[in-house]
T-cell receptor
Framework: AQSVTQLDSQVPVFEEAPVELRCNYS??????LFWYVQYPNQGLQLLLKYLSGSTLVKGINGFEAEFNKSQTSFHLRKPSVHISDTAEYFCAGRSNTGNQFYFGTGTSLTVIP | EAQVTQNPRYLITVTGKKLTVTCSQNMNHEYMSWYRQDPGLGLRQIYYSMNVEVTDKGDVPEGYKVSRKEKRNFPLILESPSPNQTSLYFC????????????FGSGTRLTVV
């Protein structure tokens, strides 16, 4: 079973509209959870991370994510997107039993002018 | 500037010809890892290293070798490359395995013909 599941492979959204990118994790993943962004022809960049504490995590570029233990989810949100947010977004988590990391298959966010 | 440096950026090689992709970080990070990125599959962990002389397999280690003789370097070795190893490879490092705030290299696009 996929350890980290991103439910949407592509998300188109109009500029200045809100967006939510969904991520669910399995029992094999610990509660150390992360979101990364990948712009075209670049490496990945950390957006935000949840290690413990407040379930609402704020990251760079106006993104935030909410950790929900009961729903095993870590969805990423932004209230108003810009053209520059067009990129691939990856959810990731650390293994419960070791030191491996698991990435989701990615969500391609396209912001439409 | 804190960074992870991978070389080369692009490489085309023939089946069976041994190659090494280098990775170096200047942040004194303990944890380093190699990933391959394939369309529709996201990033999959090949090998990781908790510290000098400590390495372990990720999800897709077959056909790859690594070594960690110095803290800053973590080369990826393909002893006998095959076409199914054609992929985009990323090296990443983080302070430790729990922190998970990876710094990624810019990637190496490998084509094996």
């Amino acid at each position: 079973a996929q350890s980290v599941t991103q439910l949407d492979s592509q998300v188109p959204v109009f500029e200045e509209a809100p967006v939510e990118l969904r991520c669910n994790y399995s029992s094999s993943v610990s509660v150390y959870l992360f979101w990364y962004v990948q712009y075209p022809n670049q490496g990945l960049q950390l957006l935000l991370k949840y290690l413990s504490g407040s379930t609402l995590v704020k990251g760079i570029n106006g993104f935030e994510a909410e950790f929900n233990k009961s729903q095993t989810s870590f969805h990423l949100r932004k209230p108003s997107v810009h053209i520059s947010d067009t990129a691939e977004y990856f959810c990731a988590g650390r293994s419960n039993t070791g030191n491996q990391f698991y990435f989701g298959t990615g969500t391609s966010l396209t912001v439409i002018p | 500037e804190a960074q992870v440096t991978q070389n080369p950026r692009y490489l085309i090689t023939v089946t069976g010809k041994k190659l090494t992709v280098t990775c170096s970080q200047n942040m004194n990070h303990e944890y380093m890892s190699w990933y391959r990125q394939d369309p529709g599959l996201g990033l999959r962990q090949i090998y990781y290293s908790m510290n000098v002389e400590v390495t372990d397999k990720g999800d897709v280690p077959e056909g790859y070798k690594v070594s960690r003789k110095e803290k800053r370097n973590f080369p990826l070795i393909l002893e006998s490359p095959s076409p199914n190893q054609t992929s985009l490879y990323f090296c990443a490092s983080s302070l430790n395995s729990k922190d998970g705030g990876y710094t990624f290299g810019s990637g190496t696009r490998l084509t094996v013909v």
